[in-house]
Every structure is written in C-alpha cells, then in structure tokens.
C-alpha cells in the first residue's frame, strides 16, 4: 500500500485526475498494489505560497508582463 501526498498549485480537474493516474502508475510500476495506492492533492492558493517574499501569482503576474510566461 502507498499514499502519495502532493502539494500543488491548483488546477483544473482534468489535470488532477492525469496527476493521480500517473503518480498511481509510477507506485503500481514499483510494487504497490493499484487498488490501495492512495494520491491526496493538497491544493493551495498561489496567492499563499510564496518565495523569497514574494507569492507566486505575483510572480506569475510579472512573469505575464514581462512576457516570460
């Protein structure tokens, strides 16, 4: 048995459910059982997670506006 915990930015759910099929895949690869792997996605706000004292949608919003991503 596996459970994989995963902290993330959010995202839409059609790419949680091929998140939690591929890290499944990845468990039942090495050995773990398909029907008792477990994948909780913790999914935080980028307005909350920061780096370097900035929070990622910030980041993000210069990134956009520089025009870098």
Do not use: C, F, H
């Not at 059609?14 to 913790?42: C, N, W």
Request: proline share 3%; glycine share 8%.
């Amino acid at each position: 048995m596996a459970t994989i915990r995963v902290e993330l930015g959010a995202r839409d759910q059609e790419t949680r459910e091929a998140i939690i099929a591929d890290l499944t895949d990845v468990m039942v690869k090495y050995g773990s059982p398909r029907e008792s792997t477990q994948v909780i996605l913790y999914e935080i706000s980028m307005d909350l997670w920061a780096k370097g004292g900035i929070p990622y949608s910030k980041r993000a919003a210069a990134a956009r506006a520089e025009g870098t991503a």
